[in-house]
Antibody, heavy 118, light 110 residues
């Protein structure tokens, strides 16, 4: 069965960096795009962008350029989200989500809480 | 401000029927892009509930149904149960080459 397993919670100081992993199993990793979604505390879902799991080409939503990096390690079927120069407002749960045939997110990781606090 | 507009909250008694609307525009739902719905139970990751406007993934009860008309879509839940209390989100694609979400609707089962 398809599973996306994300890395554990992170507590970081402002200005630091964080790298969140999303390990996929149960399907051919390079056949499906991977998306990243942010959910700030008490807020809704916000699409951050996606990465082509075949080519590694990333696309970022507005507001997620510059400090955000999507990457892959296809040898271990894992996608990564890296955020640099962390700010308090980056505190959120970050989800990876596999993209289906019609732009839907058919499988989700369990989420990774990133807390930015001094 | 979300691109897709949902009511912040809806409620219903057990056994009743509730609907959640999702209003978009000519650049997303109205442009013919599919609408998808997600259920997020408290403290958990979202789960795909409806895809392609009206299709249920395996394992989703037929009490959940989706429809689309013009620039809007709706999620209907019949025979409301206590465990349906959750946040519900609609999602589509926009011609600006991005995926878009609604702001979410909190369903309270009275």
């Amino acid at each position: 069965q398809v599973q996306l397993v994300q890395s554990g919670s992170e507590l970081k100081k402002p200005g630091a960096s964080v790298k969140v992993s999303c390990k996929a199993s149960g399907y051919t990793f390079t056949s499906y795009a991977m998306n990243w979604v942010r959910q700030a505390p008490g807020q809704g879902l916000e699409w951050m962008g996606w990465i082509n799991s075949n080519t590694g080409n990333p696309t970022f939503a507005q507001g997620f350029t510059g400090r955000f990096v999507f990457s892959l390690d296809t040898s271990v079927s894992t996608a990564y989200l890296q955020i640099s120069s962390l700010k308090a407002e980056d505190t959120a749960v970050y989800y990876c989500a596999r993209e289906g045939a019609n732009y839907e997110f058919d499988y989700w990781g369990q989420g990774t809480l990133v807390t930015v606090s001094s | 401000q979300s691109v897709l507009t949902q009511p912040p909250s809806v409620s219903g008694a057990p056994g009743q029927r509730v609907t959640i609307s999702c209003t978009g525009s000519s650049s997303n739902i109205g442009a013919g892009y599919d609408v998808h719905w997600y259920q997020q139970l408290p403290g958990t990751a979202p789960k795909l509930l409806i895809y392609g406007n009206s299709n249920r993934p395996s394992g989703v009860p037929d009490r959940f149904s989706g429809s689309k008309s013009g620039s809007s879509a709706s999620l209907a839940i019949t025979g409301l149960q206590a465990e349906d209390g959750a946040d519900y989100y609609c999602q589509s694609y926009d011609s600006s080459l991005r995926k878009v979400f609604g702001g979410g609707t909190k369903l309270t089962v009275l």
